[in-house]
Structure formats: C-alpha cells, structure tokens
C-alpha cells in the first residue's frame, strides 16, 4: 500500500518536474535528459551515478527531493544507474536511454528496500 502511494506521489510529481517541456524538439546528439526524484523516505544526501557519465547526475538529494535540472546522459548504450548514501549503495538498475528521449528517475521505499523506477516523459501538444 505503501509502495502505491509514493509512486502516485511520484507519478503526479511528473506533470511539474518532466524534463524540457519548453524544448519541444528533444535534446540533440546522442543523449537523453533525465530529471531524478528521491522518493524514498528515509534517504538524505543521495548522490546518483551513471556508467556512462564523467560527473554525478545529481547529488545531495534528500527525501522529496530532485534535480535542479534535467542531466544529459549518453543513449544507445547500456548504463549502469546507481543511487548512493554515502557511500553505501541504496539501488542499482541498468538501463538504456533513447537518443533524444526524455525521462524521470524515481528512488522510492519497498519495505525496507529501495528500488529506481524510469519513466519516459510525455508530452501533450495543446
């Protein structure tokens, strides 16, 4: 029940934090944008990585916290994400990003684990 109020939480927060919304072409080059959320109640100073990146995506995320703004990744390549508390491991997914997609990483509470959920951004033309 827990896991299913964060991720609404989550979901809803998406309409306000979705990367670029006023750059409707997308990013360009071999990358996609990603907004991360740090849903997971009881994190403070969450720093997250990924493989293919030179600098942290975002750092310092605490509960009900996200990135100032959207990070570049590299796409069409397998990434390792990884959530950081210090320096022990909260979660670790893989993925691969869509060259010019955009997406919003969620840390939340499964019990007592943590999981990342990525959710690629939609936009709605009005």
Same mark, same amino acid.
Do not use: H, W
């Given at each position: 029940?827990q896991?299913?109020r964060?991720?609404?939480?989550a ?6 934090? !979705?990367?670029? $919304?006023?750059?409707? &072409? #997308?990013?360009?080059?071999?990358? +996609?944008?990603v907004?991360i959320?740090?849903?997971? %109640?009881?994190? !403070?100073?969450? $720093?997250?990585t990924? &493989? #293919?990146?030179?600098?942290?995506? +975002? ?7 996200? %990135?100032?703004?959207c990070?570049?990744?590299p ?6 994400i ?6 022990t ?8 990003f ?23 951004d ?5």
């Amino acid at each position: 029940m827990q896991l299913s109020r964060i991720l609404a939480l989550a979901l809803a927060s998406l309409t306000v934090v !979705a990367c670029g $919304d006023d750059d409707p &072409s #997308g990013p360009q080059g071999d990358i +996609a944008t990603v907004r991360i959320v740090n849903a997971a %109640s009881g994190t !403070a100073g969450v $720093d997250v990585t990924a &493989s #293919g990146s030179t600098s942290l995506l +975002a750092d310092n995320l605490n509960f009900r916290g996200s %990135s100032a703004a959207c990070q570049a990744v590299p796409a069409n390549e397998e990434q390792t994400i990884t959530f950081l508390q210090g320096t022990t491991e909260l979660a670790e997914v893989d993925f691969t990003f869509e060259e010019g997609a955009r997406y919003t990483m969620v840390l939340s509470t499964n019990g007592d684990d943590q999981v990342i959920n990525i959710l690629e951004d939609e936009e709605t033309v009005t």
